[in-house]
């Protein structure tokens, strides 16, 4: 059938996870109890780092430009799939689409350069403390935070760009909970294997360098941290690196598999980005302050109201 006798798509129509109505109402409350954890712990946190002064160090700011990015990841896709959760109509508007399509890549992408930096940070404070502080200077710290979110920027924009690039016509659901470009491109009506190689490129970029990077500072680290000769400084190095190790896994392992590897079933597609845009936004927050001392101190001087340190 020619595409000229076709339909240009102006609204899509989101499947979500289920179309059975009681599974869905059980995932509006899941979704709710996950999105509010998430508000909180994030806010909390990151007031937390700016209001305590002993908490003005690289990691922590680092950590609180983190908990922003994943605020505004999560704020980004979960109010929208609540409200489709409950409500018949279930569509969104192409432009709508593709606002979303580009503030998720810009926040997922600046999360990734995030995670970089901080294995990197990581590893100069384990393996090279003496220089550390040296290295690791405010200066670097603001110029490393605004490379990561420039580079969100900029790689949300290419991709963004290919995959709307390809014309939408006929065919306007989507098997999916949220505008993601794997599930959007499969809806277009040409060719998409240079929108689909420009994306791999990209997630080359964004995904497999940053993974390569904290691979090789964790090396390091480990070899570094059984070379302690005490045994609290080996418990204190493992500690602070496994919270980070844990979130890395999470995020990196999911998003790799919905854009790094072939074309996967859409249900599993589905399940797989419920873990790097619902659950990682959460655990963030969670483990690094049910794990750090110094985030558990500074939550006990904020309810007990000691007076903290100012910028």
């Excluded at 339909?7 to 109890?33: A, H, I, K, S, Y």
């Excluded at 927050?285 to 007076?307: G, Q």
């Amino acid at each position: 059938m020619s595409q000229t006798n076709k339909t240009w798509v102006t609204d899509f129509f989101l499947l979500g996870l289920t179309d059975d109505p009681q599974t869905q109402l059980l995932l509006f409350v899941l979704f709710l109890v996950v999105y509010l954890i998430t508000v909180l712990g994030n806010l909390l946190l990151i007031s937390l780092v700016l209001s305590d002064s002993q908490l003005h160090t690289p990691m922590y700011f680092f950590l609180c430009n983190l908990s922003t990015a994943d605020l505004c990841f999560s704020t980004t896709i979960v109010p929208q799939a609540l409200v489709h959760m409950i409500s018949r109509t279930k569509s969104i508007s192409f432009m709508g689409c593709a606002a979303q399509l580009l503030f998720i890549l810009f926040f997922g992408c600046t999360e990734c350069a995030l995670l970089a930096v901080m294995s990197y940070d990581r590893y100069l404070a384990i393996c090279d403390p003496m220089h550390y502080p040296l290295i690791m200077t405010w200066k670097v710290c603001i110029q490393l935070a605004l490379e990561c979110w420039v580079s969100g920027i900029l790689v949300s924009m290419v991709d963004t760009t290919f995959t709307l690039r390809p014309p939408y016509q006929g065919e306007n659901r989507i098997p999916h909970f949220f505008c993601e470009p794997p599930a959007l491109l499969s809806l277009a009506s040409a060719d998409t294997h240079s929108s689909q190689m420009a994306i791999f490129l990209m997630g080359v970029v964004i995904l497999l360098a940053p993974v390569t990077l904290i691979l090789v500072s964790y090396g390091y680290i480990i070899v570094t941290i059984v070379r302690m000769k005490t045994t609290s400084g080996r418990l204190k190095a493992f500690s602070t690196c496994g919270s980070h190790l844990i979130v890395v896994v999470i995020f990196y392992g999911s998003a790799i598999i919905s854009y790094m590897t072939p074309k996967t079933a859409k249900e599993q597609g589905k399940l797989v980005s419920v873990f790097y845009a619902v659950i990682t936004p959460m655990l963030n927050p969670l483990i690094y302050s049910l794990k750090n001392k110094d985030v558990k101190r500074a939550l006990r001087n904020a309810v007990f109201k000691r007076p903290l340190g100012r910028f």
